[in-house]
C-alpha cells in the first residue's frame, strides 16, 4: 500500500528553466508534507514543507504547492541549476502522532547545463 | 537543524555476522529513528529509538533482528543481527527536535553490503 506516489521516476531540465516535481498521497490523515534532496552517498537533506493549512510555501528558489482536495503536492524549482542534480524524496506525516514519514520513490532530477 | 555523525560510513559484513551502527546528534532531541533504504527504494522507517525504554518498530521488524539503544539523548545504536545478503541497505538515522516538530534531519547514513 504505497501512501506516498512519486510517479516519475526522473526528471530532465535545461539550467535556468523551472523543474516540477510532482507527489501524490492517499491517506488524508496526512497533515504535514516534506521534500528532501539526497546525493548519492550522503543522507537525505531537509529542503522545505508545508502544512495542510496552506496551499503554498516558498523559500528562495523553491516553492511547495499543495492541493488538498487532489491530494497532490508539487516541489517548483526555479530558476534550475545543476546543482539541483539529485534525487528528490517527498515524505508525509500526521502531526503530533508517532514523527513517523511516509516516503515516495522519489525522483531523479537532472538539471543540463 | 542538527549535526548529525553516523558509524560506520560503510561496511562490508560476511553473512550470519552482526554490525552496530552508531548514531550521534551534537544536541538533545526528544525522537530518534532508524530508517532502511534498499537498493533502488525509498527509505522504511525501521523503529523509533526511545531513551529509557523499548524501541517501538514498525510492521515487518522486530527486535531480535534489529535490537536498538538509546541511552540518553544524543546518541542511539541499531544493530543488525545475524546478517543476510538481503539486509544490504544503506542505515539511515534521523532526529526530530519534539513530537510536535514535523521536521527530521537525516544523518549521512551507513552503507552496508552483506556477502
Request: proline content about 8%.
Given at each position: 500500500d504505497q501512501q506516498v506516489k512519486q510517479n516519475s521516476p526522473s526528471l530532465s531540465v535545461q539550467e535556468g528553466r523551472i523543474s516540477i516535481l510532482n507527489c501524490d498521497y492517499t491517506n488524508s490523515m496526512f497533515d504535514y508534507f516534506l521534500w528532501y534532496k539526497k546525493y548519492p552517498a550522503e543522507g537525505p537533506t531537509f529542503l522545505i514543507s508545508i502544512s495542510s493549512i496552506k496551499d503554498k510555501n516558498e523559500d528562495g528558489r523553491f516553492t511547495v504547492f499543495l492541493n488538498k482536495s487532489a491530494k497532490h503536492l508539487s516541489l517548483h524549482i526555479v530558476p534550475s541549476q545543476p546543482g539541483d542534480s539529485a534525487v528528490y524524496f517527498c515524505a508525509a506525516s500526521v502531526t503530533g502522532n508517532t514523527g513517523k514519514l511516509i516516503f515516495g520513490q522519489g525522483t531523479t532530477l537532472q538539471v543540463k547545463p | 537543524s542538527a549535526v548529525i555523525s553516523q558509524k560506520p560510513s560503510r561496511d562490508i559484513c560476511q553473512r550470519g555476522t552482526s554490525l552496530t551502527i552508531q548514531c550521534q546528534v551534537d544536541s538533545q532531541v526528544t525522537m530518534m529513528f532508524w530508517y532502511r533504504q534498499q537498493p533502488g527504494q525509498s527509505l522504511t522507517l525501521i523503529a523509533t529509538a526511545n531513551q529509557g525504554s523499548e524501541a517501538t518498530y514498525e510492521s515487518g521488524f522486530v527486535i531480535d533482528k534489529f535490537p536498538i539503544s538509546r541511552p540518553n539523548l544524543t546518541f542511539s545504536t541499531l544493530t543488525v543481527s545475524?546478517?543476510?545478503?538481503?539486509?544490504s541497505s544503506i542505515y539511515l538515522c534521523s532526529v526530530q527536535?519534539?513530537?510536535?516538530?514535523?521536521e527530521q534531519f537525516f544523518g549521512p547514513g551507513t552503507r552496508l553490503t552483506v556477502l
Open positions: - | 545475524n546478517m543476510s545478503p538481503e539486509d527536535r519534539a513530537l510536535e516538530y514535523n
